[in-house]
C-alpha cells in the first residue's frame, strides 16, 4: 500500500488565489493595499532566492512587496533605525527580517524591535508568548502551513498522538504548540532523545524539522501515520545535486497513509502563509474582519 501524497504546491496554490481574492476585495472596499517589507542582510545565496520568491508572490497576490537589502557589514544601529522606520510607515503591514542574519548582529535584539502587530513571521516573543497562551498571535508561517494541511487531511486532530523531532523556535516548538491547541498529544524530540525510532512509532502525525537527509527510514513510521516533512536537504547523489526531506520517503511511502514530499510539500506552503498572515496584518490594522 503506498500512501496519499500531500499536495503542498496544489495547496500553496488554493491559499494564495484565497489570499489574492481578498486582497482584491481590501482594494475595491477601503482603497487599502497590504504591503510585506522584507529585508535581507547580506548575500546568503539560500536567502536572496528566498526573498526574491517572496518578492514575486507578494506582487503576484496584488500586495506591495518592498524589499530592503543591506550589505553584510551594515551595523545594528542602521538595521535597528530601518525596522523601526518601517513600524511607523502605515504602508507597511509586515516585516521580515531574513534569517539567518550575519554573525555580528543580534537577531533576537533584531526581531524583538519589530513591532508584534507587523510580525508576520511570529518570532517576536509576544507573538511565541501569545501562541503558548492560546490568544491570538501572528503564528510562524512554517507550522502555520504544515497545520492547514493536517487540518485538511484528518478534520479534526483531536487526540491523536503527535511527534515533533525538532524543537528550533522557527520550526519544532511553534509546531507542538500548534498541535497542542488542536488537542493533539504532543511529544518534541531532539538530539538527545532516547530510542527515537520507538518514540516516533508512536505517532499518528509525525513531523519531522531535523536537517539531517533522510534520518527517518519508513521502519520509524506507524503505519497508516500521517508524515509531515519540513526538512529541506541539498545532497549529491548519482553526480547531481539534489533536495530531500528528513524522511526517507522512498520507505515512508509504503508505511504512511498520507506524507508531504520534498520539494512540493511543506516548502511551498511557506510562503502561501507568510502572505495570509501579511493579509491578516493588515486587516487587524485597520480594524476589519479577518480572512477564515
Ligand atoms: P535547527 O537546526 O534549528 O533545529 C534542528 C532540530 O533538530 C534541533 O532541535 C535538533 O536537536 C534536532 N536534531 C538534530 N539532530 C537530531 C537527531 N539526530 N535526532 C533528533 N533530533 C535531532 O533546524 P530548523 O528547525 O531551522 O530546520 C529544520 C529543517 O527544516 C531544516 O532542514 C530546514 O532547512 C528546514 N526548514 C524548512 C522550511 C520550509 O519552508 N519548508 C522552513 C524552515 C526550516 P537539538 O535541539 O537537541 O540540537
Redesign the pocket.
Known amino acids: 500500500m503506498s500512501a496519499k501524497i500531500i499536495d503542498g504546491k496544489a495547496f500553496a496554490a488554493r491559499v494564495r488565489a484565497e489570499v489574492a481574492t481578498h486582497v482584491a476585495r481590501l482594494q475595491e472596499t477601503q482603497g487599502l493595499t497590504p504591503g510585506l517589507a522584507v529585508v535581507l542582510v547580506g548575500e546568503d545565496p539560500a536567502s536572496q532566492v528566498y526573498v526574491k520568491n517572496k518578492g514575486i508572490q507578494t506582487r503576484e497576490v496584488g500586495m506591495n512587496s518592498y524589499e530592503h537589502k543591506l550589505s553584510a557589514d551594515t551595523s545594528e544601529a542602521d538595521l535597528l533605525a530601518l525596522i523601526a522606520r518601517l513600524n511607523a510607515d502605515p504602508a507597511v503591514h509586515g516585516i521580515l527580517v531574513q534569517l539567518p542574519l550575519p554573525k555580528h548582529l543580534d537577531a533576537d535584539l533584531v526581531i524583538n524591535a519589530i513591532d508584534p502587530a507587523k510580525d508576520v513571521d511570529g518570532f517576536h516573543i509576544s507573538n511565541v508568548g501569545l501562541l503558548g497562551t492560546g490568544q491570538k498571535a501572528m503564528v510562524p508561517?512554517?507550522p502555520l502551513?504544515c497545520l492547514m494541511m493536517l487540518r485538511d487531511h484528518h478534520g479534526s486532530l483531536a487526540g491523536l498522538t503527535a511527534v515533533v523531532?525538532?524543537?528550533?523556535?522557527?520550526?519544532?516548538k511553534p509546531m507542538a504548540q500548534l498541535l497542542l491547541a488542536d488537542s493533539c498529544t504532543v511529544t518534541i524530540?531532539?538530539?538527545?532523545?532516547k530510542d527515537?525510532a520507538e518514540v516516533c512509532r508512536r505517532a499518528d502525525i509525525l513531523v519531522?524539522?531535523?536537517?539531517?537527509p533522510e534520518?527517518i527510514p519508513g521502519d520509524w513510521v506507524k503505519p497508516g501515520a500521517t508524515v509531515i516533512d519540513?526538512?529541506?536537504?541539498r545532497i549529491e547523489r548519482d553526480g547531481k545535486g539534489k533536495l530531500v526531506?528528513?524522511v526517507h520517503f522512498d520507505s515512508a511511502v509504503q508505511v504512511a497513509g498520507a506524507i508531504t514530499p520534498?520539494p512540493g510539500?511543506?516548502?511551498p506552503?511557506?510562503?502561501a502563509c507568510l502572505l495570509a498572515n501579511t493579509l491578516t496584518a493588515c486587516c487587524r490594522a485597520h480594524g476589519l474582519a479577518e480572512p477564515e
Open positions: 508561517c512554517t502551513g523531532v525538532g524543537r528550533s523556535n522557527i520550526v519544532g524530540a531532539h538530539s538527545r532523545t527515537l519531522a524539522a531535523v536537517g539531517r534520518m519540513v526538512g529541506i536537504n526531506g528528513d520534498v510539500g511543506v516548502g506552503m511557506t510562503i
